[in-house]
DNA sequence: CCGAAACCGGAACACCTGGTCCGGTTGACG
DNA sequence: CGTCAACCGGACCAGGTGTTCCGGTTTCGG
């Protein structure tokens, strides 16, 4: 219709076309929701994150239309870390030590950032980044699979879908601190990577320091620690 | 205060003190509590376990005054099957035997029913049963984890803790239908128990049949199949 | 058979969530 | 320095959740 256009025009991609301030509102969004969702996971409302960037959350949205973008956004680092990780172990040498450093990398950034795993997972339709790294990894860690198979050290019958198996497993180690989460998922993967050998030693691997993961903390993290069990005082009404 | 009480007075813990129509209420809600909490997790709506019943909102909350109640009545034969289950594996006079069989039960337990790890862990603080059955069975457990270790076959820097992380990955397998989730929560099981035993056999064990865990069931279940990756549309910015 | 107490269901309440609107403010450019 | 668009923040909207209230109905002892 208007045949007239603006003479200047910007590129739509341009990413400079915010005014300082707003630049410097929107640094601060991304990084206290990179901070928040990782320590707190993807459900924190938007009005929090808003109040802790000290922005209105108009201000929020008008930088990231849904809560989707933001999440996208704030993690889209954490995924270009993911596919780099796959680029490392494909760029070893030993077959078989590239696998495990992969799986021990990836499990411990799903402990270390709690909403990592649920952003990867849901994988909003819209954000076609996370769609294609995805697939970039998964294709990454089939070469990787075959190769330490071919290598003798990686068990026949080990299928792909064991990746997902131990993935969406580690998922399941939440701790309310992250060294916690960390030091449980570090001993997941030890013991899934020994049951992944072709042949275990005879004498089992030393294994990682034993996880200091508390009962008290993980499984029923919402009693205070209490008197651990007076022996007498709960007892008594169990069965054997 | 008030010296005279009523002659009448009712044992409070009397269950009968309900009218008929009441008491059938009462146990349909339960059923159908039981029935789409284990199917689609804690997080249904009151409404809807209403609705399902064919109960007001308000019927419900007469029953049961809160949700918390609810969940706690709902899973109450679970928490005593899962009682039973450390009980049967200290019958067992093979300890290893014991052992793999409570682990395999537990974890398949929590694989058919969404809501049961949830309701297990979250463990609202009033609800003391739960409280105490967990008690109970980590007791078990501890007995179970000691004998096994003693007859060799449990290797003897299993932690408890390792027992704690086993149920924790296990309630990260969650799919869209309970078969999947129940195939890949024993594909778990058994590979975990594999790296608890202290002489691994020198062609790995069998394992169950693999996993059919599909990834795009379980990871990106928000995405309709698609053309699983057109090759030429999504990669060429792969580095790798 | 009858009346009262217990029950029933749906409307309503308080609260929280992602997301939008509008009047006042501020940075950038001539 | 002045103008004006772009920006800012708090109020607001729509939808959804757990929970409560109230008028009509049903059961059950006498």
Redesign the interface.
């Known amino acids: 219709m208007t045949a007239r256009t603006p003479l200047l025009v910007r590129d739509p991609a341009e990413p400079q076309a915010l005014r300082s301030d707003a630049l410097i509102n929107r640094n601060r969004i991304l990084e206290v929701a990179r901070e928040t969702f990782a320590a707190r996971g993807i459900d924190v409302t938007m009005r929090e994150i808003a109040r802790r960037a000290g922005v209105g959350v108009a201000t929020l949205y008008r930088r990231f239309p849904t809560k989707e973008s933001l999440v996208t956004a704030a993690f889209a680092d954490q995924m270009a870390a993911c596919?780099?990780v796959?680029?490392d172990a494909?760029a070893d040498p030993d077959p078989w030590r590239g696998f495990c450093t992969a799986v021990e990398r990836i499990c411990a950034m799903q402990a270390v950032d709690k909403g990592f795993t649920a952003a990867?997972?849901?994988?909003?339709?819209d954000s076609?980044d996370f769609?294609?790294v995805?697939?970039?990894a998964?294709?990454?860690f089939a070469e990787l699979t075959e190769r330490a198979k071919a290598s003798g050290h990686l068990?026949a019958?080990f299928?792909?879908?064991?990746l997902?198996?131990l993935?969406?497993?580690?998922?399941?180690?939440?701790a309310d601190t992250a060294e916690t989460a960390v030091a449980?998922s570090r001993?997941?993967a030890a013991?899934?990577l020994?049951?992944?050998?072709?042949?275990?030693a005879?004498p089992?691997a030393?294994?990682p320091p034993?996880?200091?993961?508390?009962?008290h903390n993980?499984?029923?993290n919402?009693?205070e620690p209490s008197q651990a069990?007076p022996a007498g005082q709960?007892?008594g009404?169990?069965?054997?």
């Open positions: 596919a780099s796959v680029d494909l990867f997972v849901s994988a909003f339709p076609i769609e294609g995805r697939a970039c998964e294709e990454g068990r019958d299928a792909q879908e064991d997902t198996l993935i969406m497993a580690n998922g399941g180690i939440i449980a001993r997941l013991l899934l020994q049951s992944f050998l072709a042949h275990p005879d089992p030393p294994l034993a996880a200091p993961i508390g009962l993980v499984v029923g919402l009693q069990v709960v007892s009404r169990c069965p054997r």
